[in-house]
């Protein structure tokens, strides 16, 4: 009971706060959206009351947190080998206080490095290339659906087509492909561009001179966002679709608001929450789709410590030396997952006016 | 409308779908900045003739459209051959499909079998305890990275206990692949049906009633179905549980139980009508299956479709590419059209 009050109260805090800077820069925002603010707290309430939702809130929050400052904690740099200097540290066994020590906690790794002190970097990576697929596929796809739905006749015709197209295309096979395919050109461009490659190292947590593990990364990346999009396109046109006949459209454009204007005020907002519980979901995809690529041998090599390609380097020894690696890592995996899939499995029921309702609302908390 | 002016119409807006599948895979591959010819010959084989004589068979001299159109129209007439493996890409697709479409329909039965019964049972005993654990059961089969869960089956299921093996895929005898092989020209049409359906190992054994090659198919084939039973079947459970609740608080449910119809009646219609997204979603899985999974196929060690497409992009082989990419649209453009038929199959009200 506790807990609910709690998120609830920080939920209402966070919204207090951004009524107060609209208020701050645009004087009146806050009386004149009051019934939003007021919908707003109710969705505030109705996702405090779910258990799951505020489980995967958790976990979403500390996989953030963790991932922000993930390579900073890792106390062992993953380019270090010391399995040079001491033979030992070759897929060293767990190494438990009381009955070993002067080893890593969870063993090492084939080149010596420390589970725990490697995976803090795996973090960072899988995380980053989830958000931006996400973040670059999803608006690629509304923006094609909005307009597709919006404009009808032919330009949706020939939208609808390419969607199809990529559609009908498996997307592993797509993604396979472009990984192949792409590396050797990002390379050279990264090559050539030393503030973009420091900006794209900073951003994983990687070394700068790591360009062409680099290039690899944004090569799965472009691959996923040009998997992704299609998806957001179709269910975006299809809202849109009813949304169209609407009398508040009408009424827009009897105003004389130009096309761009009613498209981002006026049809986005209103088809927006399935696309912000599929966006939720899909973050947990893409995060074990980028896995599953490097698992493949498709993502960075050595050294850079991605998760899916350090889980099928510990396959190569599967069970005996390496089962205990291949748990962890694979529970990482499984945590993001579960906190994005959490989380979004909460947002659907939250974000459906039909379900909020029947969720009752105390007024203040 | 008819059916039959829904199917034409549907055949032509698939044509530019397919065309387009052809030529994107196509600009993609042909965007590899490194030699594909250099690829496909390999190390030992290399020279100069050699090299030449296969550049001036795929037109590699000549611009790329007419390198595409050489492939599509060598593809359609089915003399495309692959130069790695240097013999016919349909011979290829041949052996690789059917040992997919055991795989798939091996896996379907797993995820039909977990996933519906879950279903009803969670719809049934809504808000109880197995409600809530199809409900977790479906979030973690949706965040569990599929090859850590293939990893620890093999581990449970053939390290420690030999239920299965993960060498070959179970054949039926010679005489009975002859047999099968013979039956187009004996009995034409028919034959070629029959003969088409024997192709998968599975099926051909048992119309020689080879019993023992299908029970070592299914041993050798259950540990990947039942792990995408796992990873899949909650959610199938999940979305046949919303649609029968959908249905169960529909209107002519509250009018069947006002008149008084046995509960057998009433659930017969509830049945019906909330399979319509169950087979939708099932539809569009068993297409997806059928376009092989690469990473099962990997650790399981199944020379399937999906494999074969790893391999054949990874060696840059263009025109095994061109051509699998072909089978993996018209299955999903077939997948979609067998659906959409289901649907009116299902729902009298529904006609095209």
Redesign the interface.
Known sequence: MSIVKAVYEALVKVINFYVLVRDKLSPGWSTKNSSRVKEWKLMAYAFSKSK?GVLGGMIVFVVTLLAIIGPLLAWEPYWEYKVVEDPELWYHPPCIPPWCSGYPLLGTDEWGRDIISLSFYGFRISFVISLFVVFLGAPLGILLGLVAGYKGGLIDEVIM??T???????G???A???A??FP??IRAFLEANTLLRDFLSFIFGLRPNEYAQLAAILSVWVAMVIVWWPGYARIVRGSVLSVREQPFIEAAKLVGLPTRKILIKHVLPNVLSPILVMMT?DL??AT?FA??LS??GLGPQEPVPEL?YL??KA?NF??ERT?HI??Y??TI??VI??G???LG?ALRDVLDPRTRRSIEFREGG | MGLTTFLVRRAVTFVPTLLGVLLITYLIAYAVPTDPVRAWVGEKLMNPERLQEIREKYRFDRPWYEQFAFLVSELLSGRLEDPVRQRNVFTELFYRFPITVEVALIGFIFLVLIGIPLGVLAAVKKDSFIDFFVRIFALTGSSLPAFVLYYFLILGFFVYTHTTYLAGIPYPTQTCRDWIGSLPTTYPYVGNFISAIGSVPMFGAAMCGEWFVVADTFKRLYLPGLALGLLNGGFIARIVRNSLLDALGSEYVLFAKARGLKKLRIWRHVLKNAMIPVVTVLGINFGGLLSGAVIAETVFNIPGMGRYMYDSITRLNFPAIIAATFLFAIIYIVTNLVVDILYAAIDPRIRY
């Open positions: 799951i087509r390419l199809d197209i990529f559609i009908a295309f498996p592993l096979i797509l396979i492909a472009f192949s395919v050797q050109r979901f947990a995809t074990l896995a599953a698992f493949l899916g889980i099928s396959g599967f069970p089962a291949v748990l890592y694979g995996l499984l997952a579960l994005w899939n959490l499995d």
